[in-house]
T-cell receptor, first 110, second 114 residues
Framework: SQELEQSPQSLIVQEGKNLTINCTSS?????LYWYKQKYGEGLIFLMM?????EEKSHEKITAKLDEKKQQSSLHITASQPSHAGIYLC??????????FGEGTQLTVNP | NAGVMQNPRHLVRRRGQEARLRCSPV?????VYWYRQLPEEGLKFMVY????????ESGMPKERFSAEFPKEGPSILRIQQVVRGDSAAYFC????????????FGNGTRLTVT
């Protein structure tokens, strides 16, 4: 079965700093999704990557999928307190359901 | 457009009671997924349904749990004879297509079993 490992598990940064969250798969990724979850709320879709080498950006968040399609990274530039939350990567598995990593808890200190 | 609507937001049940969780998908979405999030753990897939059909229930516990998505009305996740270990956040998600279509999540139902 698909297994996704996220690192780090938690991250505390000072406002304005850049940061990167990684998601590594045990199998080739055919669809990689990044979501953000705030405490007590549902998941908000951020980005979807499908092709090897693909890179997408939205505001200050950039996500990349490596050429081998087994690793993805999420990079936040000039972090703000509003970026705080849990970031989860999800991957397509057989049956078209998403399997999620354990999540990365991000804290941004003002 | 309304997103995925789940109710209730919070549900308290005593051990042995039944819990019914409801999910109305995004209008036009015919694929519904249920996930469970235990404290300090990630999201675990439970079941995938299309209208009137269970497509994949490989994540559902073998006993006490059932799900349906009728032709009319919301999807229902039903937990019979709840136990303390059932306490968790249950999330519903919907999508328009089967593959490569982002899932839209509701805000979840937080079940507490006392």
């Amino acid at each position: 079965s698909q297994e996704l490992e996220q690192s780090p598990q938690s991250l505390i940064v000072q406002e304005g700093k850049n940061l990167t969250i990684n998601c590594t798969s045990s199998k080739t990724l055919y669809g990689l999704y990044w979501y953000k979850q705030k405490y007590g709320e549902g998941l908000i879709f951020l980005m979807m990557l499908q092709k090897g080498g693909e890179e997408k950006s939205h505001e200050k968040i950039t996500a990349k999928l490596d050429e081998k399609k087994q690793q993805s990274s999420l990079h936040i530039t000039a972090s703000q307190p509003s970026h705080a939350g849990i970031y989860l990567c999800g991957a397509e598995t057989s049956g078209s359901r998403l399997t999620f990593g354990e999540g990365t808890q991000l804290t941004v200190n003002p | 457009n309304a997103g995925v609507m789940q109710n209730p937001r919070h549900l308290v049940r005593r051990r042995g009671q039944e819990a019914r969780l409801r999910c109305s998908p995004v209008k036009g979405h015919s694929h519904v997924y249920w996930y469970r999030q235990l404290p300090e753990e990630g999201l675990k897939f439970m079941v995938y349904l299309q209208k009137e059909n269970i497509i994949d229930e490989s994540g559902m516990p073998k006993e006490r749990f059932s799900a349906e998505f009728p032709k009319e009305g919301p999807s229902i996740l039903r937990i019979q004879q709840v136990v303390r270990g059932d306490s968790a956040a249950y999330f519903c998600a919907s999508s328009r297509d089967r593959s490569y279509s982002p899932l839209h999540f509701g805000n979840g139902t937080r079940l507490t079993v006392t």
